[in-house]
């Protein structure tokens, strides 16, 4: 009888979600080493191979492929099945692995998360920002790799998820005090094609909105300086010159240097909270998402 851990079934597909035993150890904050002998235990014990390590960057074999579904289904029953008696404990515990962005818009994000994290002290949070933008997140929803997440202008929506508005904000052209359009009353997307833009990558869900509302006016953006940052970093870039940027409204007025020009027609930032099914969801995950919709709706 083959003889395999929790632990090892944990180690296995956080190798496998990102394809890198350093970055799988700092995020389930385990040493490398470990990681790497309790995986190769587990395909000892399995008698195959879950990994091909002959390239530069290790990929999934077919067996770990589908091992890999397997074992998120163990995962999601081991917890499930811990988190069932915690009405008996009289708090709730377990984990929550909560995808988020690189802003929150209106919502004060941090401060529900202090607050449940003084009402369920026993519950471990876990946050993740992807630097591949939010849109990864729903196919980590799926495979149980995340309990929850927070996405912007979600490209798709599988049937197994459940997705919520949480908020609009209308997007604003950010630029300098001396750029021509600054103290006019609004300006059109069309009129902005020859602007040298300042934005995030093409995976993002803020660029794929502007990049929607240059493609519906009929001419192409021009994104010269890519940022994988936060709206701080643009705002940076705008103000030393180097081009001009789209930002919610919320994010624009935190930058009382720069000017903010509503557009003619408002393209709006949509942010909606992702979760698995109800009957997939924990206690504590179901908790968390509550504390989240009531500040949405403050």
Same mark, same amino acid.
């Not at 009405?87 to 994000?109: A, C, Y």
């Given at each position: 009888?083959?003889?395999? +851990?929790?632990?090892?079934?944990?180690?296995?597909?956080?190798?496998?979600?990102?394809?890198?035993?350093?970055?799988?150890?700092?995020?389930?904050?385990?040493?490398?080493?470990?990681?790497?002998?309790?995986?190769?235990?587990?395909?000892? +014990?399995?008698?195959?191979?879950?990994?091909?390590?002959?390239?530069?960057?290790?990929?999934?074999?077919?067996?770990?492929?589908?091992?890999?579904?397997?074992?998120?289904?163990?995962?999601?029953?081991?917890? !499930?099945?811990?988190?069932?008696?915690?009405?008996?404990?009289?708090?709730?515990?377990?984990?929550?692995?909560?995808? !988020?962005?690189?802003?929150?818009?209106?919502?004060?994000?941090?401060?529900?998360?202090?607050?449940?994290?003084?009402?369920?002290?026993?519950?471990?949070?876990?946050?993740?920002?992807?630097?591949?933008?939010?849109?990864?997140?729903?196919?980590?929803?799926?495979?149980?790799?995340?309990?929850?997440?927070?996405?912007?202008?979600?490209?798709?929506?599988?049937?197994?998820?459940?997705?919520?508005?949480?908020?609009?904000?209308?997007?604003?052209?950010?630029?300098? @005090?001396?750029?021509?359009?600054?103290?006019?009353?609004?300006?059109?997307?069309?009129?902005?094609?020859?602007?040298?833009?300042?934005?995030?990558?093409?995976?993002?869900?803020?660029?794929?909105?502007?990049?929607?509302?240059?493609?519906?006016?009929?001419?192409?953006?021009? @994104?010269? *300086?890519?940022?994988?940052?936060?709206?701080?970093?643009?705002?940076?870039?705008?103000?030393?010159?180097?081009?001009?940027?789209?930002?919610?409204?919320? +994010?624009?007025?935190?930058?009382?240097?720069?000017?903010?020009?509503?557009?003619?027609?408002?393209?709006?930032?949509?942010? *909606?909270?992702?979760?698995?099914?109800?009957?997939?969801?924990?206690?504590?995950?179901?908790?968390?998402?509550?504390?989240?919709?009531? +500040?949405?709706?403050?």
């Amino acid at each position: 009888m083959i003889a395999v +851990e929790l632990r090892q079934l944990e180690h296995f597909v956080a190798v496998a979600g990102e394809l890198s035993f350093t970055r799988a150890a700092h995020r389930i904050h385990v040493v490398q080493s470990a990681l790497s002998t309790s995986v190769a235990k587990l395909e000892r +014990e399995l008698g195959v191979r879950l990994f091909d390590r002959s390239r530069q960057q290790i990929t999934l074999t077919p067996a770990g492929e589908r091992f890999r579904g397997h074992a998120q289904g163990v995962l999601r029953s081991a917890r !499930s099945a811990a988190d069932s008696v915690a009405e008996f404990r009289g708090s709730l515990s377990g984990t929550v692995e909560f995808g !988020s962005l690189i802003s929150f818009g209106p919502m004060d994000v941090a401060r529900v998360l202090g607050d449940f994290h003084r009402a369920h002290p026993f519950v471990a949070l876990r946050l993740r920002l992807d630097q591949s933008g939010a849109s990864a997140y729903l196919g980590a929803l799926l495979e149980g790799a995340l309990d929850l997440a927070l996405v912007s202008v979600p490209d798709r929506r599988p049937a197994q998820l459940d997705l919520r508005l949480m908020f609009e904000e209308p997007m604003t052209f950010v630029c300098r @005090t001396d750029h021509p359009a600054a103290p006019r009353a609004d300006v059109g997307v069309g009129e902005l094609a020859d602007e040298d833009l300042v934005g995030f990558p093409p995976q993002f869900g803020l660029r794929r909105l502007m990049d929607g509302a240059f493609h519906a006016a009929g001419v192409q953006p021009r @994104t010269r *300086y890519e940022v994988p940052a936060g709206f701080a970093a643009l705002a940076d870039l705008v103000a030393h010159g180097l081009g001009t940027a789209f930002m919610p409204a919320c +994010e624009a007025a935190r930058f009382p240097d720069l000017v903010a020009v509503p557009l003619t027609r408002p393209v709006l930032w949509q942010v *909606y909270l992702a979760a698995p099914q109800a009957e997939r969801v924990s206690p504590a995950t179901a908790e968390l998402a509550a504390m989240l919709q009531r +500040e949405a709706r403050g």
